[in-house]
């Protein structure tokens, strides 16, 4: 890991709080040029909102503090014009809850066609020869003739494939894709992934992937950053953590993959909730729900830090959690 | 075939449903036993959500029957169509869209015991609430919230104590834990299990996650463009799978062993 | 470290309380003005009204044309006289009160109505959804003041007929917009949600549709206020709106346009008076439109700004 360029994405104490609710509480993490980092983590450890703040897509009363720098540039508290030229040949997202992204009323062939000549102010001709690209690109047979469907004319998945196709029109330097394919099946999955993974040896475009799903992570990124309750809890190379995960939160997760059990029954999900948003985390957020829990850790809040090459984690035992 | 003799909660009996020239369901047949849980795999657009929209009459079928315990859904009148409905459930694929933006949590979870008068008493539904947030794993303070202060996660686990709301005998789940983390997941789906091995409700499982079904379901049917493709023993079709979709969808499941796929490139 | 608001379109959060969106209006200085100009006139209208009725019709032959800005006469006076003597302030009270009258209850059926009509002809579709655009068709090729022009004559001109005729006229406003929103939202999986669950009908139009539908219709009637009140006065103008003692803004400045060149303020002040109410109107529904509570508008456009800026 000495790479000697400078990171994409440079996200440092990052802090996202909506009134009382705070959804991140601290976030650092990086992204070379051209490199694949999957971002996993619970339902609503605020990885979502993550997302959003790098986009600057936090609105009122959303509180954003910390830095979140763009190829060297801070985007925090920039105004909406210059990051509005950023969005989308800079970063593109696409979003979670993109199914319901597309406007009911316009064609989904006129949706990709309006970025394309708004943006680069192509004429409709051309628009529209790309846009039948980009929809055989994300795998939507016979393209030419759905150009003219809307939205409703489609499956779930199919509609998330246009929005990946929407986010990669104006060929981002970076695509934060949030769960681009939980809401599709394996087979199309398999093929989103393998899109992904093809559209960024073409183009060398960074990929910022937010999953809660290991297996999918691993098809796509080759680090990994483990999220809880509105933090980093571990970083490192994906298969080494995989391997040998040095977080109990970790270790947890890939004990409740349903892939490695015979029945339901064996299942562990992880007992208990995350801490509350609304309230201040003494000591490890991770203490009530963990196994390896001892005093010390409800009283001093470990830090992130490097606990073997390449590896960090914010665990007191770190170390004895990896060797286990 | 182990569940054959046991009473049929479901029977679909050739089933079909077009959309204009497009065919989303095909002549489809298969029915469900009592206490069954039978998964229907698939991919995007083959007909999945389509099948349990026109199970609810959400949609109106093309043709074919609908039978639950013995009555045929598709031709029941709307008064009957409402009261069968208490005793069938669904749970939504999005659950950024089947959540009403402008209810809290609270009137969400409630709202089945407003359609359906005499199940729970309202004085009685703050504390039948507070349970059913429990079941689901929510905290109580979540009751006051709107839809949009919830994570992805936390929006399904509502619709799902909403669709437990009325302890139903019948479930359509379809894709309900596709938006959860694997340990919500694991979460969610024991308790499903648990729940159905304490009230012995019967299910349909759509899903894509192929690990998830072979864990907890009995049989499987395997759709590809508005058919069936495949049916039968769960174990049976993941040990040998007969059609070359079925075969596909096995090889295309991520899994955590293996080299991945970036390395390998 | 600096705790950066970064730049909003819209808060991300519902208001829903008053006190809040009282907080939100007071951000917005034109908005606030346009609030309270319009509170006010309304509190003129409601409470000035009755107690000046009598003295808004008595007339005083010495003062005719008794000029504007003169305290000579008492406050009464202040704004001038018309052609029979009578106090312009005084009746631009009572016309206030008319005005308002028939310019609120005129939008309050109108869109009510339109409403409903909407609501129910975009959920169910079909034959009736048919008909009812069609005659909305033709209501609307037809010009809102000639068919009032045209009732109007035939029938008596009182308060409750001039309501009823503007009303009609304005339904397809309403019914259009309520529609349009309702064929989008019945798709929602919210509502098949609700269908799945065995709600009726009535109740998914009224639980969720209805909430959803009500914020855009408020807007839109904020600016057919002040287009009714317009129309009304055009009708009083050319002669088929309201008779005396019933007296309007419109039926002041055609009254006064007779005397246009002797006493200008005749016809001048009850006409910027409409011009107030109307622009003020227009800028708080700008400001409704804008300041549209977010989860309403995530439920009503599904591509949600932020999306859209994001690829824009
Ligand atoms: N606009 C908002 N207002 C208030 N709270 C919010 C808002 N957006 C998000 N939150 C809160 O922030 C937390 C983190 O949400 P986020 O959507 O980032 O979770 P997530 O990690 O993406 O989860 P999931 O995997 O379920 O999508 C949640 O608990 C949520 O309640
Ligand atoms: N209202 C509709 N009008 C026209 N075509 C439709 C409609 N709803 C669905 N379809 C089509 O029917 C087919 C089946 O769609 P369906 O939503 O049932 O798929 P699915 O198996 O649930 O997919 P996914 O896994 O993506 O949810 C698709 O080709 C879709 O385009
Ligand atoms: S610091 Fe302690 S409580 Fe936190 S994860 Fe490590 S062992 Fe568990
Ligand atoms: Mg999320
Ligand atoms: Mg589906």
Partial sequence: MTAPSQPLLEIAGLKVQFGQTKAVRGIDLSVMPGEAVAVLGESGSGKSVTGKAIMGLINRPGRVEGTVAFEGRNLVGR?????????????????????????????????????????????????????????????????????????????????????????????????????????????????????????????????????????????????????????????????????????????????????????????????????????????????PRCPRAEPRCRAEAPELRDVMPGRQSRCHFAEEVAHV | MSDRGRTKVLEVDRLTKHFGQAKALDDISFDIAEGEILAVVGESGSGKSTLARTILGLLDATAGEVRYRGTNLLTLDRRRMRQTRQHIQMIFQDPYASLHPRRRVHELVSEPWRVHRGVVERPQWRSRVAELLDQVGLPQSYADYYPARLSGGERQRVAIARALALAPDFLILDEPVSALDVSIQAQVIKLLMTLQLQFGFTAMFISHDLALVRLIASRVIVMYRGQIVESGDTRAIFEAPAHDYTRLLLSSSPSLEGPSAVESR | MAISDLAVTRPARSSGRIGETLAQLSRSPLAFISAIVLVALVLVAVIGAPLLRDFANTQNLRLRFFPPFSLEHGWGYVLGADALGRSILAQLIVGARTSFLVAGATVAVASITGMTIGMVSGYFGGIVDAVLMRISDIIVTVPSLLLALAVLFVLEPSVVNLVLVLAIARLPVYLRVSRAQTLELRERVFVESSRALGTSDAAIIWRDIRPLVVPTVMTVAMLELASVMLAAAGLSFLGVGLQRPDVDWGTLVSEGREYLTRAWWATVFPGTAILITALSANLLSNWMRANADPLQAAAMEPTSSREEAARS
């Fill in chain 1, 79 to 287: 105004s909406e014009r210059d990051l509005a030229a950023i969005r989308g040949p800079g970063i593109a997202m696409v979003f979670q809850d993109s199914l319901d992204a597309l406007n009911p009323v316009y064609s989904v062939g006129n949706q990709i066609m309006e970025i394309l000549t708004v943006r680069l102010g192509w004429d409709r001709g051309r628009a529209r020869e790309e846009a039948i690209r980009l929809m055989e690109q994300v795998g939507i047979k016979e393209a030419e003739t759905r150009l003219g469907d809307y939205p409703h004319q489609f499956s779930g998945g199919m509609r998330q494939r246009i929005c990946i196709a929407m986010a990669i029109a104006l060929k981002p330097r970076l695509l934060i894709a949030d769960e681009p394919t939980t809401a599709l099946d394996v087979t199309v999955q398999a093929g989103i992934l393998r899109l992904i993974n093809a559209l960024r040896q073409e183009s060398g475009m960074a990929l910022l992937f937010v999953t809660h799903d290991l297996a999918v992570a691993r098809q796509v990124a080759t680090s990994l950053v483990v999220m809880y309750a509105g933090r980093v809890v571990e970083r490192g190379k994906i298969d080494e953590i995989f391997a040998r995960p040095s977080h109990p939160y970790t270790r947890a997760l890939l004990a409740s993959n349903p892939g490695a059990v015979a029945h339901w029954s064996q299942l562990q999900p992880i007992a208990g909730n995350p801490p509350d948003k609304a309230t201040k985390v003494t000591g490890c957020a991770f203490a």
